[in-house]
């Protein structure tokens, strides 16, 4: 039996074939990696950008909590007004 005849079913009978199905799986594979490497670029940038704006939230917070304290302030700390 020839090795054409022994290749498995489905399989090109040349060697060139199988060399052509082996350069086309690693063009997938270095195509897989690029957009692999770009996905995880921009989960950096996305987790980044979340925690620049959690630290402006928490900025806005602090000062809505402060203004709010101003606005409203214990009237019991207040001085009475001038008629007393």
Known sequence: ????????????GTGAGLEQ?????????????Q????LSDALA???LERARSD???QAVLS??????????ADPASEPPPPHY
Do not use: I, K
């Open 63 to 72: 000062d809505l909590r402060g203004l709010r304290g101003a606005l409203y």
């Open 55 to 57: 630290e402006l939230l």
């Open 35 to 38: 957009a692999l490497a770009e």
């Open 21 to 33: 199905r082996l350069v086309e799986l690693e063009t997938r594979v270095a195509f897989q990696e």
């Open 45 to 47: 940038q996305a987790r």
């Open 1 to 12: 039996m020839s090795p054409a005849q022994m290749e498995m079913p489905g399989m090109p």
